[in-house]
């Protein structure tokens, strides 16, 4: 619940604290954690009226969540998001298994306020012996919150890996990006590790080689990955030489995609197959306006370097940017650059409602 939805408040409720939230004819709503500093004030722990929000309601919502996820580990995935926010009833608690790893995200004032008990929840329901926390993301500030990024118990294997579609992946829990993987992404680098052979693949920000392992797996010819990162590059290239590939079938650039993406087109460079998995432009609606121009841009130039028939996988992870709204922009984006291209599918993260729906994609086909 927006703060701009709030006629009043009784009391002087603090961060986190549980609170009843009514409608303005007295109707119960919901029970919620209360965030004075955000402008979202108040996130639902649950719709009924009987709830009592306490630590057996929140390690049975963990419960849930982790037993919900139970089919999506096995031999060939060692690990998977087990506990993915709103979506399991767990505003801003995040838990992602590497292993015998979890690395945990809490980034609401209701999370914090649980931080113990649902750590120990997940402990319980998963029996992962390591928990890292990486409370360390921007949204905490928006929260009125610190960062916090530490070993929370146990020991961090080194190196810590993850097999994914039977493909290994060290991950960098400490330092890497969000939880270390971007374990929402699992689904997106099976389509594309089934859309690979025999094409020549351009991957940008590539990151730790997500998608360039998962399209070296799928036999690209070849994949040129792009990052501005030298130590996300680092750990690419020992992924792609973990899982046996051979080495001159790939190619890394440290530079910035946008200057590396217009330099490509100048030499008029071309592929069959482009990925675009950019970091967040606009983490709110107040930056959709520079994130679109941003989005365009590097749109307009993965169409421009694609072959005839080639396809572009394109992502946005922007909350502020809707799945409506990025259809539009890449749809500017192939008229301004003179491409008619159509749209074979969309891409996604695992999320239960509409306004979770922060990570999405498109798959074109450049006619």
Same mark, same amino acid.
């Given at each position: 619940?927006?703060?701009?939805?709030?006629?009043?408040?009784?009391?002087?409720?603090?961060?986190?604290?549980?609170?009843?939230?009514?409608?303005?004819?007295?109707?119960?709503?919901?029970?919620?954690?209360?965030?004075?500093?955000?402008?979202?004030?108040?996130?639902?722990?649950?719709?009924?009226?009987?709830?009592?929000?306490?630590?057996?309601?929140?390690?049975?919502?963990?419960?849930?969540?982790?037993?919900?996820?139970?089919?999506?580990?096995?031999?060939?995935?060692?690990?998977?998001?087990?506990?993915?926010?709103?979506?399991?009833?767990?505003?801003?608690?995040?838990?992602?298994?590497?292993?015998?790893?979890?690395?945990?995200?809490?980034?609401?004032?209701?999370?914090?306020?649980?931080?113990?008990?649902?750590?120990?929840?997940?402990?319980?329901?998963?029996?992962?012996?390591?928990?890292?926390?990486?409370?360390?993301?921007?949204?905490?500030?928006?929260?009125?919150?610190?960062?916090?990024?530490?070993?929370?118990?146990?020991?961090?294997?080194?190196?810590?890996?993850?097999?994914?579609?039977?493909?290994?992946?060290?991950?960098?829990?400490?330092?890497?990006?969000?939880?270390?993987?971007?374990?929402?992404?699992?689904?997106?680098?099976?389509?594309?590790?089934?859309?690979?052979?025999?094409?020549?693949?351009?991957?940008?920000?590539?990151?730790?080689?997500?998608?360039?392992?998962?399209?070296?797996?799928?036999?690209?010819?070849?994949?040129?990955?792009?990052?501005?990162?030298?130590?996300?590059?680092?750990?690419?290239?020992?992924?792609?030489?973990?899982?046996?590939?051979? $080495? &001159? !079938? #790939?190619?890394?650039?440290?530079?910035?995609?946008?200057?590396? /993406?217009? *330099?490509?087109?100048?030499?008029? =460079? +071309?592929?069959?197959?482009?990925?675009?998995?950019?970091?967040?432009?606009?983490?709110?609606?107040?930056?959709?306006?520079? $994130? &679109? !121009? #941003?989005?365009?841009?590097?749109?307009?130039?993965?169409?421009? /370097?694609? *072959?005839?028939?080639?396809?572009? =996988? +394109?992502?946005?992870?922007?909350?502020?940017?809707?799945?409506?709204?990025?259809?539009?922009?890449?749809?500017?984006?192939?008229?301004?650059?003179?491409?008619?291209?159509?749209?074979?599918?969309?891409?996604?993260?695992?999320?239960?409602?509409?306004?979770?729906?922060?990570?999405?994609?498109?798959?074109?086909?450049?006619?």
């Amino acid at each position: 619940m927006y703060s701009g939805a709030i006629l009043r408040v009784e009391g002087v409720p603090l961060a986190g604290d549980t609170v009843a939230l009514h409608a303005a004819d007295g109707t119960f709503l919901a029970s919620a954690a209360w965030s004075p500093e955000s402008s979202i004030r108040a996130r639902v722990w649950s719709f009924d009226a009987g709830a009592v929000i306490d630590d057996e309601f929140l390690a049975a919502r963990v419960r849930a969540a982790v037993h919900a996820r139970e089919g999506l580990l096995d031999a060939e995935h060692t690990g998977c998001r087990l506990v993915h926010g709103e979506s399991d009833g767990l505003p801003g608690f995040i838990a992602d298994r590497y292993g015998d790893v979890a690395v945990v995200q809490l980034l609401t004032a209701g999370a914090e306020t649980w931080r113990d008990t649902l750590i120990a929840a997940l402990r319980e329901a998963t029996g992962c012996s390591t928990v890292y926390e990486r409370s360390d993301a921007d949204v905490r500030t928006l929260e009125g919150l610190g960062m916090r990024a530490a070993l929370v118990c146990g020991a961090l294997p080194v190196p810590l890996t993850l097999v994914e579609g039977g493909l290994r992946y060290r991950i960098d829990a400490a330092h890497g990006q969000k939880t270390g993987f971007f374990l929402d992404q699992r689904n997106n680098r099976a389509r594309v590790r089934s859309l690979s052979r025999g094409r020549d693949v351009l991957d940008c920000f590539c990151y730790s080689g997500g998608f360039t392992v998962s399209a070296l797996a799928g036999e690209a010819r070849s994949v040129l990955a792009i990052d501005s990162s030298g130590e996300a590059l680092a750990l690419a290239r020992v992924n792609v030489a973990d899982n046996g590939f051979d $080495a &001159a !079938r #790939a190619e890394w650039r440290d530079a910035d995609v946008f200057a590396e /993406l217009r *330099r490509l087109r100048d030499i008029r =460079a +071309t592929f069959d197959l482009v990925v675009l998995d950019p970091p967040k432009f606009a983490p709110t609606a107040q930056h959709a306006d520079k $994130a &679109a !121009r #941003a989005y365009k841009d590097i749109n307009l130039l993965g169409l421009k /370097l694609l *072959r005839p028939s080639g396809l572009l =996988a +394109t992502f946005s992870c922007s909350g502020g940017v809707s799945a409506d709204l990025f259809q539009k922009i890449v749809a500017g984006a192939a008229l301004d650059a003179g491409v008619d291209a159509a749209i074979l599918g969309r891409f996604g993260a695992s999320v239960a409602f509409p306004e979770g729906e922060y990570l999405k994609g498109l798959l074109l086909r450049k006619a």
